[in-house]
RNA sequence: CGGGAAGUAGCGCAGUUUGGUAGCGCGCUUGCUUCGGGAGCAAGAAGUCAUGGGUUCAAAUCCCAUCUUUCCGACCA
């Protein structure tokens, strides 16, 4: 009761300091822990649980769109990673390298996988011989390193986990009818399953992926008016292909080079719910991806019959398939409220001498904070009807947020307003590089993408006046 | 990588100015009483003072270096 037992419990509030907010959340809502290792973090159980809940959707959308899961070396030989020109340029500046193996120098030192596709591509080389190769679908789940200097749980790390399809097609409108199909399928997870509005469109020529010709990419806004880049697809052409001389003969019986995607989400997506959802009380989860759906919280529970009828309301939402928890430490029942609040579980379910009495139980929904008597029968009814109905509700919160931070800007002086409010500046744009620096000198602000939706609503670039021809988002971004 | 701040028990901190061998609150353990929004009493356990050097009779404290975290920039997912 006292305040100061109260702030040592406590988070930073978000209009406080947001950074700070994130931070504390990460940490006490026992997501993550600091390894000794600048930018190497521990995945704990709890968010570890999360990755497993997005796993789980996705192997099933991978598979049932004909992709299988392979898992290639941790080590990329530097000779092959420099295969393809473009992409060792962007990625040299944060490969980690073992020089040592066994106690002797490597002639080639071993790069710790930044990204697959040259490994992909060298094995692609010696299995791909025949038009009946393809198309090729593989995806894998791994961790990848990258030497980053600033890094943030989460957001950015040195090492994170993610997943990477690596596809091959025999011809180009294949190929790109997969890189966008796939990124549909995150634009799914977000809708979904995360309960996270994504804007989706192309990248810039600047802020494409090295290698690619063509990036695809979902965006999350964060409460503080930066865009989250969430994951991305992209079309490679025939480049690595040619660059690693994979050639299968065609139904013409000539030789060709197949067309290639990737496409990848990472442990990032815990950065964007966290912040998507949370509050000043902690995490607020998703139901669809919470470890756990619903907390049972007994009260009282020294009195005769709380512990058996919380048992058996737990027993009833496993039964029912919900992932239930019950928490039966001798810590008060108000402790337990502020705990399970601060790890985000969507739903608490109480029980105690007054709803026994009454037949009945109380629940409480963290998105809300509402909190519902129903009868002890109608319970898992409710609870079970209560999970796309928090997930509907959390959905349409962040989309209102993200309608409200879209701002159509004319000039430079509108940008700037809108940039200050946070979110997206929409702007007809002439498609000039010189352009697009100019605004991110001006305002730090990137283009994020050009949205599909390309309405026109002007027919000049507010930077140069040329004739604009494409709409464009910019906005600051993680 | 540049500029601030920080690192002492699981968490939050005091102690550093002025060197003398480590303390407070919470948490943790045990017992009893409690329990509808972070309980009370009592008795306990727990710290290479981030790391490595140096100065000194003596270093958490002074000096040098390094590592990690954090905030703000630059860069990149």
């Known amino acids: 009761m006292e305040n100061k037992q109260i702030k040592n419990q406590a988070i930073t509030r978000q209009e406080d300091d947001f950074a700070q907010w994130y931070t504390d959340v990460v940490k006490k ?6 390894s000794s290792v600048k930018g190497f973090i521990i995945y704990r159980p709890y968010s570890y649980a999360i990755w497993e809940e997005i796993q789980n959707y996705l192997n099933k959308r991978f598979k049932e769109t004909g992709h299988e899961n392979v898992y290639m070396p941790t080590v990329i030989p530097t000779s092959l990673l420099q295969r393809e020109k473009d992409h060792i340029e962007g990625f040299a500046p944060e490969c980690l390298i073992a020089n040592i193996g066994g106690g002797q120098q490597l002639d080639d030192p071993l790069i710790i996988t930044p990204t697959s596709e040259t490994l992909f591509c060298e094995h692609y080389q010696k299995i791909i011989k025949s038009y009946r190769d393809l198309p090729k679908l593989y995806n894998q789940w ?3 390193v990258r030497w980053e200097k600033t890094t943030r749980p989460f957001l950015r ?3 994170f986990l993610w997943q990477e399809g690596h596809t091959m097609h025999e011809t180009e409108e294949e190929a790109r009818t997969e890189t966008l199909k796939m990124l549909e399928i995150y634009d799914d997870l977000g809708r979904d399953v995360l309960a996270i509005p994504f804007m989706k469109g192309r990248k810039t020529e600047k802020e494409k992926f090295a290698g690619a010709l063509e990036t695809y990419s979902i965006e999350a806004l964060m409460p503080d008016g930066k865009a989250l880049q969430s994951g991305t ?8 292909a040619k660059a690693f001389d994979i050639q299968f003969q065609g139904r013409d019986g000539k030789l060709e080079n197949p067309y290639q995607t990737s496409w990848g989400v990472s442990t990032r997506l815990l950065g964007a719910i966290i912040m998507v959802h949370g509050d000043d009380n902690g995490l607020v989860l998703p139901p669809y991806v919470a470890p756990v759906q619903a907390v049972v919280i007994p009260v009282a529970q020294q009195k005769p019959g709380v512990i058996p009828a919380a048992r058996e309301l737990e027993k009833l939402l496993r039964e029912a398939g919900i992932r239930v928890k019950l928490d039966e430490s001798d810590k008060t029942p108000g402790w337990k ?7 985000g579980v969507p739903i608490r379910v109480e029980i105690g001498p007054r709803d026994i009495e009454n037949g009945v139980v109380t629940l409480a929904k963290r998105n809300t904070g509402e909190k519902i008597s129903v009868k002890k029968e109608d319970m898992v009814e409710t609870v079970k009807n209560l999970i796309p109905q928090i997930h509907k509700e959390m959905y349409e919160k ?6 409200e931070h879209v701002t159509e800007v004319k000039d430079l002086k509108e940008l700037d307003k809108a940039l200050e409010k946070g979110g997206y500046a929409k702007m007809m744009w002439c498609g000039d590089e010189a352009c697009e620096n100019k605004i991110k000198e ?4 990137t283009a994020r993408c050009l949205p599909f939706n390309q309405m026109a609503f002007g027919d000049t670039c507010p930077v140069c006046g040329k ?6 988002l910019f906005a600051k971004a993680y």
């Open 29 to 34: 809502a026992e997501l993550m822990d600091y």
């Open 142 to 144: 791994r961790s990848v």
């Open 157 to 159: 790390g040195a090492e």
């Open 233 to 240: 697809t992209h079309y490679f052409g025939q480049g690595f």
């Open 337 to 343: 409220f502020s705990e399970y609040e601060m790890k």
């Open 398 to 403: 962040a989309y209102k947020y993200l309608l």
């Open 442 to 445: 001006l305002t730090t602000a």
């Open 467 to 472: 004739k604009a021809k494409k709409v464009v």
